[in-house]
């Protein structure tokens, strides 16, 4: 592409030089000149071309050199930004596998990038990298990040919040904001509170800044005199700072001439005055020159930073209306925008009257989204010299899990996504091919569905992945139920059904669980209809809720809603579909929406280390679609199987023979 990047730094993408060169197995990797080899991150990759020398004939001609693609890789040190916690860079902790790294590669760089995920392959980690790698690389261009659900956009907004990146250039439209758990508040309110609140922060510091400094006058009045007093005095006094230390050969005559310090000349010893709290004293005793130089720098730098700060909030300050300030900080302020697809079409007319500007869009969970949906985001701003102005369109999901859900029966020709159609053409992806959720034996259940799905050392070396679930005699297994009180499954109203007897066992043994030990937030009841986790709520209010000993799981909660998550012990609730004698004749014939295969790899691929299925066994072995996991699945027999004597967690190995079975 004209627009193709021949150099991008990727910060904290890789974790050691080690990681880098496995990053990229089949790329010759060739230090710069100020790099070394071994040297710690950042690393800013270039590519390049190189001859390649092919052995030498009779006759030379030009074929005799060939163009050798490599990465030259230089580096470069983080400036020290300030003495506070606050002022710390945020730095990533995941080791990115090769395929992962290679996503995240195309994904920062101009243009179309579709990355298919399999369950447990890290699609929202690559999405965050991916997005950290765009901030700091571009600080001038905006992203749009999107999504189905409130809850699959919230779990991708949460990992962004980790980032190194300032909170004021975040933004989260929509209600499902309220659900988001973070300390601040990241809804259009929210942000405009936290401007105003930082405002008032920040000139109360430039108060104290120029108290120390010794200038009187009002200076934190507004973030006009503000910016007025860094013009006036900071910058001229950190000039005159700089001369003064240029050619200085002692650390202690860089501490002593700080400007930001008070020299008490009757000990000729000097104290701080604006850092005077800090959590540790700003200058140590046995810094070298370049140390304190570098030092003095980053106090500087945390000065600085406040000044721009508040340079930024100064438009909150002259706007007077909170609707006037909310669309300020959605086209000017924020640089990374998440809302829900539905929340872009209903206000497309709104965001695209205000002149909306964006560079990239971001897609989670593609695969859920229908065509129509989108294309609403990409035409969320108008075209510059009819020209769409976007740089990046990156597209992740899994079209082996759940489609969009069509609810009308005469639309439902349109379930196919965009991301489905891109993959079935053939476009360019790149997929994640391992897997760090579930225990190999759980991944077995539908490792079928991908051909090149494997397991990261994570779940076989972790002690956890090692040992047995307690109380339970395999870490996966298929419970037969029959009609409980003679009835199987019921329908109280069209298309709400549910079966008392599953809700009854799945309860039971989170009642079992709970009273081995394990905490409630590792368990969650899942089922395939509305109506089953309504019911599986009114037994739970019944026999838990005001319960010392049990109280209520992470989550109770449908297939569909849960896709995305995780947890460790789950209970799949596949309702029997054995209807009452008025519909009994369709149904007893037909596992309902579960045959849809995508919904079925979405149920088993939940667990990270028990799954639990509670059904009816005759109606599920005999369903095609499900053959291949269902084989599993039944190994283990359809009556469940526990140990005796055992408390959570068990030091029990997973699979051993040791207890009582019952």
């Excluded at 050798?68 to 606050?86: A, I, K, N, R, W």
């Excluded at 930024?312 to 006037?324: H, N």
Aim: charged share 25%; hydrophobic share 40%.
């Amino acid at each position: 592409m004209p627009i193709q990047l021949s150099s991008l730094d990727f910060r904290d993408t890789f974790l050691d030089w080690q990681h880098l060169k496995e990053s990229f197995p089949n790329q010759k990797i060739v230090p710069a000149r100020k790099a070394v080899q071994g040297c710690p991150p950042p690393y800013v990759l270039t590519s390049k071309s190189l001859a390649k020398r092919k052995p030498r004939k009779r006759v030379k001609t030009d074929a005799d050199e060939d163009q050798e693609q490599v990465f030259e890789v230089d580096t470069y040190t983080l400036p020290y930004m300030g003495p506070y916690p606050s002022d710390a860079v945020r730095v990533n902790s995941v080791r990115y596998t090769p395929t992962q790294v290679e996503a995240i590669n195309a994904g920062s760089r101009p243009g179309l990038t579709v990355i298919i995920g399999p369950p447990g392959t890290g699609k929202t980690d690559v999405a965050t990298q991916i997005i950290s790698n765009i901030y700091h690389n571009f600080p001038n261009q905006r992203t749009l990040l999107v999504a189905r659900s409130n809850q699959a956009l919230n779990q991708l907004f949460e990992k962004i919040v980790a980032l190194d990146i300032d909170d004021r250039h975040l933004l989260r439209l929509g209600h499902g904001e309220e659900s988001l758990n973070t300390e601040a508040s990241f809804g259009k309110s929210g942000r405009v509170e936290y401007f105003l609140d930082r405002r008032t922060m920040l000139l109360a510091e430039v108060e104290r800044l120029s108290g120390s400094m010794g200038v009187p006058g009002a200076h934190g009045n507004s973030c006009e005199t503000a910016g007025y007093f860094n013009s006036v005095y900071v910058r001229p006094i950190w000039k005159a700072f700089q001369d003064t230390v240029a050619n200085a050969t002692d650390a202690q005559e860089v501490v002593k001439v700080f400007p930001f310090r008070t020299l008490l000349s009757k000990e000729d010893v000097t104290v701080d005055t604006f850092f005077s709290n800090a959590p540790q004293p700003v200058f140590k005793p046995d810094l070298d020159v370049a140390g304190a130089k570098e030092i003095a720098e980053g106090c500087y730098r945390h000065i600085q930073k406040m000044f721009k700060e508040l340079e930024d909030i100064r438009p909150f300050e002259l706007l007077r209306t909170s609707r006037d300030r909310s669309n300020y900080l959605l086209t000017k302020e924020a640089r990374i925008i998440a809302l829900t697809s539905t929340f872009a079409a209903i206000k497309h007319r709104e965001i695209l009257d205000m002149g909306f500007k964006y560079d990239n869009i971001i897609m989670e969970e593609a695969a859920q989204i229908t065509e129509i949906e989108s294309f609403i985001p990409l035409t969320l701003q108008h075209p510059k010299d009819d020209d769409n102005p976007l740089q990046r369109i990156v597209l992740i999901g899994d079209h082996h899990q759940n489609p969009p859900v069509i609810r009308n029966a005469a639309l439902k020709q349109m379930e196919q996504s965009l991301f489905t159609r891109l993959v079935r053409l053939g476009v360019p992806a790149v997929q994640l091919d391992a897997q760090g959720r579930a225990r190999p034996s759980i991944a077995d259940l539908y490792r079928w569905r991908y051909k090149t799905l494997s397991d990261l050392p994570v779940v076989k070396e972790i002690e956890a992945y090692q040992l047995a679930n307690a109380g339970f005699r395999y870490p996966y297994q298929f419970i037969n139920v029959d009609d409980f009180g003679g009835v199987g499954e019921s329908q109280p109203s069209p298309h709400f059904f549910q079966n008392l007897g599953e809700a009854e066992y799945a309860v039971a043994i989170y009642q079992y669980m709970r009273l081995l030990g394990y905490p409630a937030e590792k368990i969650s009841i899942l089922t395939t209809y509305a109506g089953q986790r309504a019911l599986i709520n009114d037994v739970l209010d019944e026999r838990c809720t005001n319960h010392p000993l049990f109280g209520l799981p992470a989550i109770v909660t449908t297939v569909d809603k849960y896709q995305g998550d995780q947890n460790d012990c789950i209970f799949c609730l596949w309702d029997s579909l054995i209807l009452d004698v008025i519909l009994s004749l369709v149904r007893s014939r037909n596992i309902g929406y579960l045959r849809d295969i995508r919904r079925w790899v979405v149920a088993l691929s939940r667990a990270r280390l028990g799954l639990y299925v509670v059904g009816r066994r005759n109606l599920f072995e005999s369903c095609a679609e499900v053959g291949q996991s269902w084989t599993k699945l039944i190994a283990n027999g359809d009556k469940l199987e526990l140990v005796s004597g055992e408390m959570w967690p068990t030091t029990r190995k997973v699979y051993s023979s040791k207890g009582e079975c019952s």
